[in-house]
């Protein structure tokens, strides 16, 4: 541990909103998975754009759409540094994963033809579901989904089976933000590789949280979201190898994606302008950027670390109490800050309610990933997602909270 | 009022024994609704009498305690009600009936058990146009 270097307060003065109550209770902020809280540093930036160099990117020849371009532009650097993306060409930014999955989608099935197989698993969320099922209904391709273990871990026996020839494209989450498992993408985009396919890997619960490098994954896309990364809502992050830019077409039409525009016909732009359309969101980029900087100081290795002794925690309160029924893989080591259970008697949702009355934040339902929730014999369940500013401290209230809470409405 | 005064005694009580909770045979109406933010489930199933009364009333799913209260408590309410009144129902006469004030993403918990019910009335009503049966 001796590399392991994490002042928990010191972080937490960084974030003004923890300041705050909720119904007279100091806030306790579970629901990091959703979307997390930011730092001063990415309110200021976003702040500074506004108030000192405002103007389009892109375009204007004046002064403030210089500095606006270039504070957009040394975010996308910012972006590549973190992931060790082989250049910031590599970096597209979108709405967020969700657009970045249909961005693939969309582009990537234009080329399929009937008979072709797209690879997806059960613990996907929504957002690696829909876009697959939309493309299968549109170009006849088939889709096929790889089980978990009970447990869940994904069945990597299976996979390999499923991967066989006409399989396209292998889209897979690196972190259930159900269960929290991580998976060995690595492993799976080799095995993608070995029968011609390329893989595509949701990292929008595990770049905010643990060190992602596409180099050393060998992923051919990866999609994240600003807004669970200490960033704003509505920027997110394809990256994706620059022989796939280059050789897909555009996803949607417009400003800036062009080169040349004639009433017979368009010439695209570079990449990865040629992937966005319009006006982009400068000052969500922007607070991307800083966000970036802000995590790499901290340290994502520390970042890791942190969490890990959270989940750690957590099983020490949590695992063996019997008014709660736990979810997802018991190893720290391949599991996210992400603790999934259910209270005996108690419906997810009414303990959302309740927890809330004590400060608590935590998500409750299906999670917007519903095939999962039902796959391990749920309809509802309750999450409490750590970040960074998390304290042991706090999964103590949310225990004592869960005690007395049964005491008056569980057992059934 | 915070979460610990919504989860009265009445709610929970209907929550653990809900009323009128099973099937029936041949109803008139019958429709499932859901809630897709937390996958509550509602169905209601309705026999009518001659005159266009609920003559039976049973629901059947799965959800948390508002859902389950709600529904429980709003089949006793629409017992030897004309459907024509229960379309008139709305979430003012849902909150009424808990007894409870609730936020607004509880509420659609609170509401769907009216849903379900408004909705299969509908449905029923539609075809009955369509088939020129009476009832």
């Not at chain 1, 080329?111 to 613990?123: A, E, F, H, N, Y």
């Not at chain 1, 989450?173 to 690595?186: E, H, K, W, Y």
Request: aromatic fraction near 8%; hydrophobic fraction near 35%.
């Amino acid at each position: 541990m001796g590399k392991y270097r994490f002042d928990v307060k010191k972080v937490r003065a960084d974030f003004p909103i923890l300041g705050r109550k909720v119904q007279g209770k100091q806030l306790i902020y579970f629901d990091n998975a959703a979307t997390s809280q930011k730092p001063a540093c990415v309110i200021d930036a976003i702040r500074e754009f506004y108030t000192n160099y405002n103007a389009n990117v892109h375009r204007g020849i004046h002064r403030l759409s210089e500095e606006a371009t270039e504070r957009y532009e040394k975010a996308r650097e910012k972006v590549a540094e973190m992931i060790h993306a082989g250049s910031p060409e590599e970096v597209v930014f979108v709405r967020g994963t969700t657009e970045g999955i249909n961005l693939v989608a969309y582009t990537f099935a234009r080329k399929l033809q009937k008979g072709d197989r797209i690879l997806s698993t059960v613990m996907e969320h929504h957002s690696n579901i829909v876009p697959w099922q939309l493309m299968s209904e549109m170009h006849g391709v088939d889709l096929d989904f790889v089980d978990i273990t009970d447990e869940g871990y994904l069945k990597m026996e299976e996979l390999k089976n499923k991967i066989r020839k006409g399989t396209r494209m292998v889209a897979v989450t690196q972190c259930s933000n159900v269960l929290g498992t991580i998976n060995d993408v690595r492993t799976i985009a080799e095995m993608a590789h070995d029968s011609g396919a390329l893989c595509l890997v949701d990292g929008a619960q595990s770049v905010p949280h643990m060190p992602v490098d596409v180099e050393k994954l060998g992923c051919d896309f990866l999609v994240f979201s600003g807004h669970k990364m200490c960033g704003p809502t509505g920027i997110g992050v394809l990256y994706a190898k620059k022989e796939h830019l280059e050789s897909l077409d555009p996803f949607q039409g417009g400003g800036d994606m062009i080169r040349e525009v004639r009433l017979t016909g368009s010439r695209w732009n570079d990449v990865p302008y040629k992937f966005e359309a319009g006006t982009p969101n400068i000052e969500g980029a922007i607070g991307l950027g800083a966000a970036c900087e802000y995590l790499m100081r901290i340290g994502m290795d520390n970042i890791r670390e942190h969490e890990k002794r959270l989940i750690e925690y957590s099983f020490k309160k949590m695992g063996d109490l019997d008014i709660l029924e736990r979810y997802g893989p018991r190893d720290p080591e391949k599991r996210s800050g992400v603790f999934s259970f259910n209270l005996r008697g108690v419906n997810a949702h009414d303990l959302a309610s309740l927890l809330d009355a004590e400060g608590v934040a935590i998500r409750s339902g299906h999670l917007c990933a519903q095939p999962l929730v039902t796959r391990i014999g749920q309809t509802s369940i309750a999450r409490a997602s750590y970040y960074i500013y998390n304290m042991e401290s706090e999964i103590d209230v949310l225990v004592n909270s869960l005690k007395k809470i049964y005491r008056i409405f569980g057992g059934g | 009022m915070n979460a610990y005064e919504m989860y009265q005694i009445q709610i929970l009580d209907h929550y653990r024994n809900p009323r009128n909770r099973g099937a029936l045979d041949n109803p008139d109406i019958k429709h499932r609704e859901s809630n897709p933010l937390c996958g509550d489930e509602i169905e209601f199933q309705v026999k009518l009498d001659p005159r266009g009364r609920v003559s039976d009333v049973r629901f059947d799913g799965h959800g948390c305690a508002i859902s389950i209260a709600s529904a429980s408590m709003l089949s006793e309410r629409v017992k030897g009600m004309p459907v024509e009144k229960i379309l008139k129902l709305d979430k003012d006469d849902i909150e009424k009936m808990l007894g409870i004030r609730l936020t607004p993403t509880r509420l659609k918990c609170a509401l769907i058990p009216l849903e379900s019910l408004v909705r299969g009335i509908l449905e029923y009503e539609k075809n009955r146009k369509k088939t020129g049966r009476k009832k």
